[in-house]
Structures are given as C-alpha cells and as structure tokens.
C-alpha cells in the first residue's frame, strides 16, 4: 500500500510512502523541526508561557510544510494547547515505523534469502511467546482483581513512554548531525590517489560507495567523512593490502542488508529504555504525575487540639462551629443550615495558622489533608490540576474529612493578564475553583487555607461560596503572651523565680514561634550552665537571643570606640529616663551581638499598650536621636553607629505626617497606604511629586526639632551622662536599677 491514512484530531491526513521526494521531506522537516525546538537562543528572553507558544508554532510549521498549506487550521484547536500538538507530532513521526517496513518489503523482494532468515526468526520468537503465555495464565488469572488499581498507574506509563520516545528522537537527530560531521565527495581517481599518498586512515566499502576517513584530521568527534562512487576496479584489493603494509590503512567491507539497521534500532532502544527510566525516577520523586503527595493524618495522628493552641481564642472560636458541624451535622441540616465550604487563614509568619488547621483535625477526629501550595506546582502542564483533582477525589472517599493548603498564594495569585500570566499556575487555580464548587458540603469535607499575603489572591477564591469565612490569626496580645508560654513551659522544669508575666511584657510584639524559641533557649542555656532547672535570668537571656543574638565574645573593641558606644548607649537611655510618655529601662549593654548591634538599651513597657499618642511619638524621636546627640556633645564629631537609630526614627516621622495625621502642615490626610500587612509592610505613596516633595521636607524638619531638643536636653545632664557611661565602659552591661541608681545619686533632686 503505497498511500498511507492517518487520522489526526479527526482529520485524515495522506501521505505516499514510496515517493522518495516525499519521504526526503519528511525527514528533512524532522531534522529540522528537531533543530529548532532545540535551539536555546530561540527561548532567550521568553517566558514559560511564551516558550510553549514557540514549540505550538513550530509544529503547526511542520503540518502545513508536511501536509499542506492550512492543515494546522483543521487539525488544531484554535488555542495553544502544546500537549495536542505534541500528541499529533508523535503520532506522525511514528510513520517512519510504517517506511521502514516498506523498505524492508522491498529489500526483501530483491533478496529472497533476507526474507526467509527474518521469516525464521519471526517463527522462533512466535513460538517463544506462545511458551512464556502458557507459562504465566496461572499468574495472570491471579491479577486480574488487581487490574484496577493497575489501570491508574497506565496512564502515567503512557506519559512517561511517549516523551521518553520523543526525548530519544529529539535527541538522536542532534546526536546524529553532531557525530556524522562534515561529508565530501571525490572522485574514485582522487580517492586512490590519496590510498597512493598514504592519505587514508581508514576504509568502508559498501555496494555502490567507498567511505573513508582522512588520517590527517585529528578530531575525534565530527570527523570529515569522504565518499566515492565505487567502480569495478580489480586492483582495489590488492592496492588495498599494499597501503595498510605500508601505512596502516585499515579496510573492511560493510553489509548492506540489514546490519546498520540492527545496530539503528538497538541503539533507540537502549536510548529509550535510559530516559524511560530516568523520567520514571523524577516523576517518582515528584510524587508521579497528576498525583496529589498530600500528608494524610487518619483519626488523631495530628497530634493536635485546641488546648494546644493558646493566644489565639477568638480563631478558634470562629473554627469551633466547624468542629461541630462535622461532630453533629444532623442539627445543622435540619434547620437548614450549610457548613462554609472553607476558612482562610489569614496572619503574619509564625502566629500559628498551621497549628490551627491541625488542632480543628484533632477535635473533630477526622482525617486531615495537608499540603503545601508549592507541592500543585511543577514544570509539567496541566499537572498541578491533575493533582487538585485527585485530592479532592482523595478527600470525598474519606469524607468526613479537612482539607489544608499551606501557602495557598503559591496558586491563588490573581490573575492578571498584564504582566503574562502563568498558564500552569492558573489552570491549577481553574481547577481549586471549580472542585470547590462542585462538592457538597453536607458529606462534611471543609477546606482550610492559610496564608500571609491575602491581598494577592484572587477574588474569586475569597467570594462567599469558596472561602466563606477569613479568620484572622494575630500577634498575641499580653494575655495571649502569658497563655502561649504556659502551653510551651509545661514540660519544662522551671524554679520559682520565673515570672511568666515579666517575661511576656519584655516580648511585646513576638509571635508564637517566637515565645516557643525562647522557652526552648532558656532551657538551653540552663543545660549549659550544669543545672537541672530553668531560672528567669535564662529566660530573660533568652529573649536577648532571639531578638539581639548571641554576644560576640571574639568581637574586642578599641578603647576609644567602646567609648563612643558607651556615651551613644547612654545618650538614648538618659533621654528616656528624663522625659515624660517614654518606657522603663531594662538593661544597657554595650557588648557586640551577633545580629549586628555593638550595643542597645532594651525597654520594658510597664503595661499592653494599643494606642501611641503625639507626645509618646514625639519622646520616642527624642529618644532615638539621643545616641548620636550624645556623640556629638562628647567627642565633637559623629559616627556611623546611628545609621539604624537614623532608619527608625525617619520611619516613625513619615508616619506620623503620611498615616497618623500628626503633622500641622498637612493635617489629617491619609498620603501613604500599607502593602503586605503581614509580611514587609512595604509603604505606597498616594500623593503627587509635588507633595511628596514637601512630606520629605516636613520630615528633615521633625528630625532636626528633635536632634536639637536632645542635645539641649543632654547638655543639661552632661555630668549624669559622664558618669553612667564610666560605669558601663567598666561594666559593659548594667540593669535598669542600676541605671537608676547611679542616676539619682548624680541628681538627687530628680
């Protein structure tokens, strides 16, 4: 049959197989479509998405070139679906399966011999196979209970198979044009004219040609090959015989009847067997394809309830009707009520999301889904919408159950075709949304999310019917502090002069993770000092730990810069101590942390504080600017130890002109809003150029009021300073009430 059909995508295609203009097409465009896609400049400055839509064109290319001009228009969908084009193109390269056939027919026409070996071997490997399927009917009856589960895993076979051959054809058309190098053609004459020469290192003789290499060329890879059209000569022989006495020349006869395509096809298949198995090996460690790799915690496993969770009531307020519904759903529904499908858990790092969604798991005393938003993303498309669609199908059959997404913004991002997009991403987030919408609530699966970052998801992930309810997860308030450090204290032997409520003002601002780093660093530090119990002095070293580091002891410094730190350190402590609206002083150190600082003054509030007014913002800048003040009003002149003191009192003037509306000039109007409240914080202007100008001006101008009321206020108090800073240099770290002391001692009539 010389025509042969194949039907792509519903479309039937011809192409005549033993037109030999033809099939010289065909393989010309397959090395040529393999040269392109393989090109790397080609994909220079392209996005993923971009990227795609290059190998889409270039196989809509080799149709219309192959095929005629507009098959691409038939046989494709008009969007950029890569893996139908990718199907379509090995569903046609697969032809030359079909060309070899045709030729062997033809090889076999003019060689009765070849026909009959490859006949006998077809009979033995027939009867071979016959064997081993008697041999293995018992075995196979056994398996067909199995055949179900098998049937799964086909589909990822059939996948892995299809790029392996795609990969090895790829990849043996470049290896191919790489090896074979450069060819030439000469003369007979000339070719033995260069035998005569001893020019000829080594000779193939075919049936109708003559290969030869010249021993000149010394590469070892893209050697130029020389042909020769052979002609009935007697003398090749023996001239033959005499160049390799002479020179070396090696010479063999090649058979033409089927041995290079032996070695052809044995070589493909070693080349797919080897990405075979690699692909197997990446798809495995990904957790295969389109398989969600969810953790699975049956029962209480999670390890995890609400009396575990501490700081935190009002979520888990918000989380308790969840619990219950999935306890008691009958109530619920017979009034009419519907579980939300989901909560989102919404708050900065380390505040406890994630403990949470594993407490509601472990009230409830259902299994618990947990997976990582990043764990839907992989470099396959359409994987990640595999991957949703099998949690869910997970989650149904095991229904009552919780489903948690950690991170959920690694797929939820909103879609904004502005910027490009990503293809992958979005259909994963298509598929969340659709699953989401096609469950039903009353078989008790509810969807937990948790995330720092909710303004960058998309809207209709956060619409009622999606994720019903947002939960905000927040910094632990005082009682909070005091809560969550009982929670990790209880297994940790502690004497009687741990006063958790002192600990939990000097923590103002920490997190949960925070308060269990500083439990767990206390009880360090009295392992290392040889006791069996955790005094306050550890946990108090502790909080300098976590939030100041560990103190340099390898870190000496000069006599004179331990001055200026003493005097910098004090400045900021004696301002404090003498204004009014300002916290108490816990401890002054001027010993080099790890984290930075070559010292600090470290204040305790007295009490929770939510609100700041103008007067405790404005004692604050005083304050800050004390270090440098003090600097200067010493050794007349300035270092770059206030760079951070510069940072945060710069930070606190812009935003009491742009946000608190503090400022005179510009009154109360809101010229600056707050991006990524739970994470950096990072500040956008709302104003024009013109204004932003003048809000820049408006803060040198505070800055500089406050610099110089801390040097008045210095200057009136140089003898307390002299003296608190002697005691530090010969100390190098001081308590408050020691502070305190020397103080009043200086200035008794304070």
Known sequence: MSVSKINVNGVELEINLLDADVIERFE????????????????????????????????????????????SNRVFPKNNDLGIRMDAFAQVTALSGTIKTQ?????????????????ERRAAKKKKNKKNKKKNSGSNSNNNNNNGNKGKNNRSIIVILVISILLTFLFWRVFDRVSSGREEEVTYG????????????????????IVFENNADDKLISKTKYTATRISDDSLAEKLRQAKTKYGTEYEGV????????????????????????????????GGVGRANAKIYVEKKTGVTFADVAGEEEAKESLTEMVDFLHNPKKYLDIGAKLPKGALLVGPPGTGKTLLAKAVAGEANVPFFSMSGSSFVEMYVGVGASRVRDLFKQATQMAPCIIFIDEIDAIGRSRDSRHGGDSEREQTLNQLLAEMDGFDTSKGIVILAATNRPEVLDKALLRPGRFDRRVIV?????????DTLKVHSKNVKMDETVDLHELALATSGAVG????????EGALAAVRDGRSLVSQQDLIGAVEVVFAGKEKKDRLLSKEEKQIVAYHEVGHALLAAIQKHTEPIQRITIVPRTMGSLGYVWQVPEEEKYLESKKELEAELITLLGGRAAEELKFDSVTTGASNDIEKATKTARAMITMYGMS???GMVQLESIEGQYLDRNLALQCSDETATKIDKEIRDMLRDSYNKAKRLLSAHMTALDSIASFLIEHETIT?????????????QR
Request: charged share 25%; hydrophobic share 40%.
């Open 736 to 748: 408050g009430k020691e502070f305190m002391s020397i103080l009043a001692q200086v200035e008794p």
């Open 190 to 209: 000339q070719f033995i004219e260069m035998l005569d020469k001893g020019e000829v290192g080594s000779v193939k003789i075919y049936g109708s040609k």
């Open 664 to 666: 005179d000039k510009f």
């Open 28 to 71: 010309q465009l397959n090395k040529d479509i393999s040269r392109k896609i393989q090109d790397p400049k080609a994909y220079e400055g392209k996005t993923t998405a971009e990227g795609m839509k290059f190998q889409c064109r270039c196989v809509e290319e080799y149709f219309d070139s192959l095929f005629g001009l507009g098959t």
């Open 255 to 286: 058979d033409e009847s089927g041995s290079a395509m032996v070695g052809t096809i044995i070589s493909y298949i070693v080349m797919i067997v080897a990405f075979y198995l690699l692909l197997s090996m990446i798809m495995k460690r990904s």
């Open 474 to 482: 927040e910094k632990p308030d005082l009682k909070g502090r005091i």
């Open 513 to 520: 993770a925070d308060l269990a780093n500083i439990i767990n």
């Open 103 to 119: 030729i062997n027919n033809i090889a076999d026409k003019y060689n009765p011999q070849r026909a009959q070996n490859r006949a």
